[in-house]
């Protein structure tokens, strides 16, 4: 079964950076459109970014997304970080007809 695990949270100042991980068993990372998301306490889960399926990197503004083959291995790259930006961000692979999840990992944002 494939299996997916985050890593990369923890506390940090406003304006400062996080590189989070996903780390992909079970199944190739080149086979599945991977995505983040996030989720705060009371609120619903939102797509932070998508990388499909064949691309390496995708910009988007204050978070990268990137994949690492060789590593198997998903990135999610936050710069300048906002209050706002606090939740538990969740890691995501996707092919037809399945979708596969990460338990999360924690990042909280506080001045």
């Known amino acids: 079964q494939v299996q997916l695990a985050e890593s990369g949270g923890g506390l940090v100042h406003p304006g400062g950076s996080l590189r989070l991980s996903c780390v992909v068993s079970?199944?190739?990372?080149?086979?599945?459109?991977m995505s983040w998301y996030r989720q705060s306490p009371g609120k619903q889960r939102d797509l932070v970014g998508l990388?499909?399926?064949g691309s390496s990197t995708n910009f988007l503004g204050r978070f990268t997304i990137s994949r690492d083959n060789a590593k198997n291995t998903l990135y999610l790259q936050v710069d300048n970080l906002e209050p706002g930006d606090t939740a538990v961000y969740y890691c995501r692979a996707q092919r037809t007809g399945r979708s596969y999840w990460g338990q999360g990992t924690q990042v909280t944002v506080f001045s």
């Open positions: 079970g199944g190739s990372i080149r086979n599945y459109d």
């Open positions: 990388l499909p399926e």
